[in-house]
């Protein structure tokens, strides 16, 4: 799936391209901010391939480990929530009060119970692997080894970083910023 929308992002941002059409800045979230740091100049499409195909590989292993369940909850109210289990983590802030969770199910089929007796917004969402959580930590050295040659070029485009919110300089996309991708929020 990472391949496949990461394919269609790419297509899309050359399509733009080629309209004359270039945007301001670009950001993207999760598996989006690889095809974002394409766009943006950062990284050359077949670094880009390389990253997405690795990161997709890699993150596969933990299928079947847990899950993601989206909630109506702000992050402090989240934090607060999943504080006494080390297995489940934010995996992304959505908007003031929407968070998605990501770990080991039972415990989110726990959470999931407790904010329906609340009446508090929930969904699982379908997926085999838990994203952003704790079951990433195992195949974030090799990630971080496989990028090891990936060359980096100062961003042509403004890009927001997805972990920080912050505007980041594209040399500083290596290994070491790609694990922050994939494992925090």
């Known amino acids: 799936a990472h391949a496949c929308i990461f394919s269609v992002q790419v297509a899309l941002a050359e399509w733009f391209r080629s309209c004359g059409i270039r945007p301001d800045a670009v950001t993207g979230h999760s598996s989006g901010e690889v095809a974002a740091a ?37 992050a402090e109210e989240a934090e607060e929530l999943i504080r006494q289990h080390d297995t489940v983590s934010i995996a992304a802030v959505n908007s003031r009060n929407a968070v998605t969770l990501s770990g080991e199910t039972t415990v989110l089929e726990q959470i999931a119970g407790r904010l329906k007796t609340e009446t508090i917004f929930n969904r699982f969402l379908k997926v085999e692997v838990p994203y952003h959580s704790p079951a990433m930590d195992a195949v974030l ?34 290994g070491a910023y790609w694990k922050r991708n994939v494992r925090e929020p």
């Open 38 to 74: 394409y766009a943006a100049g950062v990284l050359s499409l077949e670094d880009s391939v390389h990253l997405c195909f690795h990161r997709s590989r890699l993150q596969d292993r933990a299928a079947g480990t847990g899950g993601m369940l989206a909630a109506g909850l702000s």
């Open 141 to 174: 050295p090799e990630l971080e080894e496989v990028l090891d040659g990936v060359t980096l070029r100062k961003e042509e485009i403004p890009l927001v970083a997805a972990a920080s919110g912050d505007w980041i300089d594209g040399l500083e996309m290596d």
